[in-house]
């Protein structure tokens, strides 16, 4: 059973700050592996895809890289915002599955 | 706006009661998803619908929850006697699926926050 991990649950940075955020998953047969950030209260909202045959996807400051046969993933964002503050969630899709499978997430917290 | 869009935003309602709610996906995707998630953890998956066919229910999925997609495009998740332990965030989302360039890439809606009293 694919089980996804966050690490660490919690981080508070100072802005500007270039910064790692962790995923780790148990079984590396994943067909593709989204990050998310949600804001409190509200809903997803995707920020990068990566599929399996991928080793990373960049987006503005955001990069995700994907290592599948360690079953890691990171997401980096440089020169950290106030405006970033918010939990990032990790998710694969298993080759089998159709669900998304998501860790407990990361709260990030930016000081200005 | 064409993003996934969830009614209401809000439900709060007493033990007991029925609750139904509403998901309206990106129009040109096939597959819809419902997700829960209760606080300080990541959604869980309770079930999904390629066009009108529901193909799969998570465990979590009790016989007290229905949920259908009539038409291929809208769908609805109701709960029947709601219990304390149903408040939580139910989250839509939808995506492409069924050809070899889909990413099977999930958007999802703003969620529907239901709680219990």
């Known amino acids: 059973k694919q089980e996804v991990t966050q690490i660490p649950a919690a981080l508070s940075v100072p802005e500007g700050e270039n910064l790692v955020l962790n995923c780790s998953f148990t079984?590396?047969?994943?067909?593709?592996l989204q990050w998310f950030r949600q804001d409190p209260g509200k809903g997803l909202t995707s920020l990068l895809l990566i599929q399996s045959s991928q080793r990373e996807q960049t987006s503005g400051r955001l990069n995700a890289s994907l290592d599948k046969s360690s079953g890691r993933s990171t997401l980096y964002i440089a020169a950290s915002q106030p405006g970033d503050s918010a939990t990032y969630l990790c998710a694969v899709k298993d080759q089998a599955g159709t669900a998304l499978i998501f860790g407990k997430g990361t709260t990030l917290s930016v000081s200005s | 706006d064409t993003g996934v869009s969830q009614d209401p935003r809000h439900k709060i309602t007493k033990r007991g009661q029925n609750v139904t709610f509403r998901c309206d996906p990106i129009?040109?995707?096939?597959?819809l998803y419902w997700y829960r998630q209760t606080l300080g953890q990541g959604p869980e998956f309770l079930t999904y619908?390629?066009?009108?066919?529901?193909?799969?229910k998570s465990r979590l999925l009790s016989d007290r929850f229905s949920a259908e997609r009539p038409k291929g495009s809208f769908s609805t998740l109701e709960i029947q006697r709601t219990e304390q332990g149903d408040s939580a965030m139910y989250l839509c989302a939808s995506s492409t699926a069924g050809d070899r360039t889909s990413s099977y890439e999930q958007y999802f809606g703003p969620g529907t926050r239901l709680t219990v009293t």
């Open positions: 619908f390629q066009n009108e066919a529901q193909l799969e």
């Open positions: 079984d590396s047969a994943i067909y593709n």
């Open positions: 129009s040109e995707h096939n597959r």
